[in-house]
């Protein structure tokens, strides 16, 4: 079944970008969808956004100034930048494949990236 | 409004029945789905589409809706189900679509 592992800083500077992978084992893109959702210290879930098997994007509305998704053209990962992070942005990370842009059924074991 | 209402606990001893409730007006008309999340573990996918559980989970965990409202109910609780529950969803109608989660419950096994 399909596996997914980020990767990436686990420690950004305030005011710079972040930028995480996540590597899709067993999977391909070319199917379903692929998101990006975080979680800070000790709250709840939130979701980042998401790149299609099309190439279409559609990110959180309050995120969406800051985030990119893309894909490798490998197609054997894809990626997350968020630009001017701050003190807020400290989360796990995860990413998540889904059968509708809006299902996560898979998820990645999460990264933590703390800014400071 | 665009938000999913959790009660931020619930307990249950062994055997009983624990419910948690997911309510929120876009649930009218978009599905609900439920994961579990453990300690340092990422969420697991328990319940898809209100109702359908997905392979390998096991049968006492079940979800039901009615109007905005949608339960999730484990039935037979045991230790293992210890975990803090999140329900989500998606506001597919607003100008940004985007995806919805609730606060997540506590679930205490006495």
């Known amino acids: 079944q399909v596996q997914l592992q980020e990767s990436g800083p686990g420690l950004v500077r305030p005011s710079e970008t972040l930028s995480l992978t996540c590597t899709v084992s067993d999977e391909s893109i070319d199917n379903y969808y692929w998101s990006w959702l975080r979680q800070s210290p000790g709250k709840g879930l939130e979701w980042i956004g998401y790149i299609s098997h099309s190439g279409n994007t559609n990110y959180n509305p309050s995120l969406k100034s800051r985030v990119t998704i893309s894909v490798a053209t490998s197609k054997t990962h894809f990626s997350l930048r968020l630009t001017s992070v701050t003190a807020a942005d400290t989360a796990v990370y995860y990413c998540?494949?889904?059968?509708?842009?809006?299902?996560?059924?898979?998820w990645g074991q999460g990264t933590q990236v703390t800014v400071s | 409004s665009s938000e999913l209402t959790q009660p931020p606990s619930v307990s249950a001893s062994p055997g009983q029945t624990a419910r948690i409730t997911c309510s929120g007006d876009v649930l009218s008309t978009q599905y609900v789905y439920f994961y579990q999340q453990k300690p340092g573990q990422a969420p697991l996918l328990i319940i898809s589409k209100d109702t359908e559980r997905p392979s390998g989970i096991p049968e006492r965990f079940s979800g039901s809706s009615s109007g905005t409202t949608v339960t999730l109910t484990i039935s037979g609780v045991q230790a293992e189900d210890e975990a803090d529950y999140y329900c989500q969803s998606a506001d597919s109608d607003s100008p940004d679509p985007h995806v919805l989660f609730g606060g997540g419950t506590k679930l205490t096994v006495l």
């Open positions: 998540a494949r889904g059968d509708k842009w809006y299902e996560f059924d898979f």
